[in-house]
């Protein structure tokens, strides 16, 4: 009797999960608005899934707990520290479950460095920033953006001069949330020493989310480097590179980590980390992915991406459709369908009169086209007569990139000369 309820209760599951991968199935082929690669195989890791793999405080400091992924999680430490940077002996960092995360461990090292110092974040910064600085009952301080979504370094010197009594610790955006924006971070460091702050006066966290691993790869793009006067570097595991759980990986430099961290009897290791316990497992899927691609798939993936992203803009331009791609961004910005069905298939992130789509490595040509037509078709519906009203989105994309019936004739297309200029610059 008991087996044949185990075998009724067995069924019942498997019909449950058969349904719920079939609805994954679907909604990745229409995943479009965040940043997630959904490109990987991980099969060859199924035979670790059997393990709990904890790697309990300081990845560099052995735990009396034995079954742990850190001998991988330093490997892809160092591979990062290597891409920023940053010597061996001079760095610090640790798989984190998340880019917030990374966020709330940057800013806490730079709180922690500077006890009194005045968090100052873009409006366009990711919330978790500012829920950091609420955790940390820290003053902050909102500094203006330009219309790209970049930090507007005039009015960060005007707030900076206010209260130049006071030590800084900045928040720099590679790659905002809604833009794809990249702050100026050698103007924000002229900024800095324009206002008269020495460097052991203010702190910087850089949040990469997406783009800090994307730009290394990039000819020509503003290096993101320890060799400047930065304090820590954030990225998403799970965005670019690609991972079936979310992950990051947060690198600081080693005499700030002092400050921070406890040691623990109880762990036989050191308490330099936000969480307690870690997953095990994301460190092997990074180290993993890492060895598989290196530098140079990475590379060919992140111009692969760039070009997706440029034969989108102009799809939509086409179109007619108000559209803004920064430079060095894959983050195509574009006015806000009027249909809700439709966002919410396509799972499109929305802010406002605007929307955007993110193109990465495991979206294709083929898969743009759809959305495009797909696109108009719905705009077509909700103006039956034919004439179509398209929204004014100027403030928020600019009178160049706004399609509307006033900004129209101000937006030109790019000459062939500049058209080869973005493609050689994407290429390289």
């Known amino acids: 009797m008991d087996d044949d309820v185990t075998g009724d209760r067995d069924a019942y599951m498997a019909g449950i999960l058969a349904r719920y991968r079939k609805t994954l199935v679907e909604k990745t082929k229409f995943h479009l608005g965040y940043p997630y690669n959904l490109d990987f195989d991980y099969g060859a890791l199924s035979q670790l899934q059997h393990f709990s793999i904890n790697n309990l405080g300081d990845p560099f400091i052995e735990s009396n707990y034995g079954v742990h992924s850190r001998q991988f999680e330093v490997g892809v430490l160092d591979w990062f520290a290597r891409l920023w940077e940053l010597e061996k002996e001079e760095y610090w960092g640790y798989i984190t479950n998340c880019g917030t995360e990374g966020n709330l461990h940057g800013i806490l090292v730079g709180r922690e460095v500077l006890p009194d110092g005045i968090l100052y974040a873009s409006r366009d910064s990711h919330y978790s920033v500012f829920k950091a600085a609420r955790m940390y009952r820290m003053e902050a301080v909102k500094v203006d953006t330009l219309l790209s979504g970049e930090i507007d370094c005039a009015d960060f010197e005007r707030k900076l001069t206010e209260r130049k009594d006071k030590p800084a610790i900045l928040n720099v955006n590679i790659g905002t949330t809604v833009k794809g924006a990249v702050d100026d971070l050698d103007l924000?460091?002229?900024?800095?020493?324009?206002?008269?702050?020495?460097?052991?006066?203010?702190?910087?966290?850089?949040?990469?989310?997406?783009?800090?691993?994307?730009?290394?790869?990039?000819?020509?793009?503003?290096?993101?480097?320890?060799?400047?006067?930065?304090?820590?570097?954030?990225?998403?595991?799970?965005?670019?590179?690609?991972?079936?759980?979310?992950?990051?990986?947060?690198?600081?430099?080693?005499?700030?980590?002092?400050?921070?961290?406890?040691?623990?009897?109880?762990?036989?290791?050191?308490?330099?980390?936000?969480?307690?316990?870690?997953?095990?497992?994301?460190?092997?899927?990074?180290?993993?992915?890492?060895?598989?691609?290196?530098?140079?798939?990475?590379?060919?993936?992140?111009?692969?991406?760039?070009?997706?992203?440029?034969?989108?803009?102009?799809?939509?331009?086409?179109?007619?459709?108000?559209?803004?791609?920064?430079?060095?961004?894959?983050?195509?910005?574009?006015?806000?369908?009027?249909?809700?069905?439709?966002?919410?298939?396509?799972?499109?992130?929305?802010?406002?009169?605007?929307?955007?789509?993110?193109?990465?490595?495991?979206?294709?040509?083929?898969?743009?086209?759809?959305?495009?037509?797909?696109?108009?078709?719905?705009?077509?519906?909700?103006?039956?007569?034919?004439?179509?009203?398209?929204?004014?989105?100027?403030?928020?994309?600019?009178?160049?990139?706004c399609a509307c019936s006033v900004h129209r004739d101000i937006s030109s297309p790019k000459s062939p000369k500049e058209e080869r200029k973005h493609f050689s610059s994407s290429n390289s």
């Open 188 to 401: 924000v460091l002229k900024t800095l020493e324009k206002v008269g702050y020495t460097e052991d006066r203010f702190y910087i966290h850089v949040d990469g989310a997406l783009f800090g691993l994307m730009m290394p790869f990039v000819r020509r793009a503003p290096k993101v480097t320890f060799k400047k006067p930065i304090g820590s570097v954030s990225v998403s595991g799970h965005k670019f590179v690609g991972c079936p759980m979310p992950c990051g990986v947060q690198i600081t430099r080693m005499k700030h980590i002092n400050v921070l961290s406890r040691n623990v009897e109880y762990l036989a290791s050191r308490d330099a980390t936000i969480m307690g316990s870690r997953n095990g497992h994301a460190p092997i899927f990074l180290w993993y992915t890492l060895n598989r691609k290196g530098y140079r798939g990475f590379q060919k993936e992140v111009q692969r991406c760039l070009r997706n992203a440029y034969y989108l803009k102009e799809r939509l331009r086409e179109a007619n459709v108000g559209v803004l791609l920064n430079e060095l961004s894959s983050t195509v910005v574009f006015e806000r369908p009027l249909d809700e069905a439709f966002i919410l298939k396509w799972q499109l992130a929305c802010q406002g009169k605007i929307a955007h789509a993110v193109v990465m490595p495991s979206v294709t040509v083929e898969k743009l086209d759809d959305f495009v037509e797909e696109l108009i078709e719905v705009r077509n519906r909700a103006f039956p007569d034919g004439d179509v009203v398209v929204p004014c989105i100027v403030e928020e994309v600019g009178p160049e990139n």
